[in-house]
């Protein structure tokens, strides 16, 4: 099985509406992330977490909010959707013994009409 | 503001031949760096990672280079074949926050 798992695959919604993607990892890492990825720009950070009590807001956080539920699973909800907000989505996982190299979850593609 | 810069546009080589990726980054002084391959679809995949006082890193058919004084890095697949065929991804820490942060990539395709 994978080590980080990310659902739902796909997604597509209106404007205005609240979704949720979710993140499950095995790896035992306590530090997880959640960024987004539009073509030419890269991989931005919108949340990270390096323990279940600590949320962090990385450089893209409005219109977005994080839930990290255990040590293994971490959310993230936009709470009202809108079109720019179409992207795919990656969660992933770090060690901070292992220089902070991220696995990356298999991504989640958003479409928001 | 810290920066990182990839070749935007793509690199299109031969198969058998050395592939060159380059990386450079502003107002950086990364302790290491960090590559990935990503494909079309799928979540990106740790390769190499290279600290600031090694020159070279090797990994089979791939090496890297850091040089900081140039602020740096070059990667590179020697006897390249079509499953090559990646975007690469270069990645810093980020000064004082212990998070990486991501160049845009260059996508590679290696022709038959």
């Known amino acids: 099985d994978a080590d980080v798992t990310q659902t739902p695959r796909n997604r597509i919604t209106k404007t205005g509406k609240r979704i949720m993607l979710e993140c499950s990892q095995t790896k035992g890492h306590d530090r997880m992330y959640w960024y987004r990825q539009d073509p030419g720009l890269g991989l931005r950070l919108i949340y990270y977490?390096?323990?279940?009590?600590?949320?962090n807001k990385g450089e893209i956080s409005d219109g977005y909010s994080v839930s990290r539920q255990a040590q293994a699973k971490f959310s993230l909800s936009l709470e009202s959707a809108i079109p720019n907000q179409t992207a795919l989505y990656f969660c992933a996982t770090s060690d901070p013994g292992g220089y902070e190299t991220q696995y990356f979850g298999p991504g989640t593609r958003l479409l928001v009409l | 503001s810290q920066k990182i810069e990839q070749n935007s546009e793509a690199l299109n080589i031969q198969e058998g031949k050395t592939a060159t990726l380059t990386c450079n980054y502003t107002n950086y002084s990364p302790a290491y760096l960090q590559w990935y391959r990503q494909d079309p679809g799928r979540g990106p995949v740790f390769l190499l990672l290279?600290?600031?006082?090694?020159k070279e890193k090797r990994k089979e058919r791939l090496k890297v280079t850091f040089d900081t004084t140039l602020k740096q890095s070059l990667f590179h697949i020697t006897a390249s074949q079509p499953a090559d065929s990646a975007t690469y991804l270069c990645a810093l820490l980020s000064g004082g926050y212990n998070k990486l942060i991501f160049g845009a990539g260059t996508r590679l395709a290696v022709h038959p």
């Open positions: 977490s390096f323990d279940v009590k600590d949320i």
């Open positions: 290279i600290r600031e006082n090694e």
